[in-house]
């Protein structure tokens, strides 16, 4: 991995204040597989839980040896899987070696919560240092919960989120998922009603996806909906968080004044982030790699310390423009233009720069004064504008 190092300090540019850089740690067991989930984990046991904890401990070591005096750590976030199977004092424990071998003192610190996660932990993991916890409710409606095959009833959603108490001791962000068959005018009702119930900082607002809808198929098949039905969906919710002083600053995530995710904004903005664990992704300099991608691929490069990373890539100068163009467009701020001029003087723009003038001019985005957003109601164009932009 000393490769690897070498190559991610050289690109960090040295004499300037260390750059402010999120951290993600990747817990990979859930208790049982959702049938529509596309993301990293296996059945949660206890030894490989125990293995787990050993393993991640060890490379928050190894990291620090080769990066710690070059970036600062600002934002943690637990994510999975489930994380919110790991006790309070285990999380206790990995937020103090990051704290002592990275030097982090993190204005954010988020957990993901399962829904079957005990009511019992929520004040515990509070009291270890994290700031903000993330449930992954997806509705409110038991029709569509049945249909997502999660096995929870509303109630227990509302009591996990009342356990974290009230007040500004704690933030709280719930995952929603629109698109489902089975939803109805009902189902967005019961979700606004149960943001104020539980007093939610954040939502995210997420589309059910084209692969995610083959698990339901049958169901699908039964009660499809258009794509105008669900663009309508997502406008109400638009629209009624508006209503309510929220602010949508993504095309997915709404926040109170204050609780837009700073560890999410790094993504968005192109801003560096370190990822560790099975799977995890990181960006530092101009490099951009992922770990192994399962447990026993990566707990045995860690334990050896011979980390190998066939996806570790330089970018091109062309590649992180067009990259951050398709991140930054997702945000309500959108980005500086003229920040990338700057950064890559030498770099010819103007092909982009006709692209965007007649984006500009059919109205689908804002160019002007060296700034480009996607106005809030494009946003579910955002596909097409892009692939208009760098294709
Ligand atoms: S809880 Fe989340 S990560 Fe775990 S199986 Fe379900 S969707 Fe996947």
Known sequence: ???????????LETGREKPKTGLYLHYPFCRSKCAYCHFSSVIFEPA????????IEREIEQVAAHL???????????????PSLLAPEEIMSLLLAVEQNLSAGP??????????????????????????????AQSFDPVVLEILGRHYRPEQIVRLAEEAGHGSARNINL??????PGESRKTLEANLQALCQIQADHVSVYLLEELEKVTFRKVWEENPLSDEEVAETYDHYRLKLEEMGWSQYEISNFSRPGFECRHNLKYWRYEPFLGLGPSASSHLGSFRWTNPATLGEWEAAINSGQLELPEFIELTPEAELRESLAFGLRLKEGLSWEDWRRK??????????????????????????GWICVPPKNFLVSNYILSELLW
């Open 175 to 180: 995952d929603l998922m629109i698109g489902v």
């Open 68 to 82: 710690a005096d070059y970036l600062v750590i600002d934002t943690i976030y637990f994510g999975g899987g489930s």
């Open 1 to 11: 991995m000393e490769k690897y190092y070498k190559l991610i300090r050289e690109s």
């Open 107 to 136: 204005e954010e610190v988020t957990l993901e919560v399962n829904l079957a996660a005990e009511p019992d932990r929520v004040r515990g993991w509070l009291q270890t240092g994290v700031t903000r916890l993330s449930f992954g």
């Open 344 to 369: 890559f003087p030498a770099l010819d723009f103007s092909h982009l720069e006709t692209k965007l003038s007649g984006l500009a001019a059919a109205g689908l985005l804002n160019f002007q004064d």
């Open 48 to 55: 490989l839980h125990r293995k787990w904890l050993s393993a």
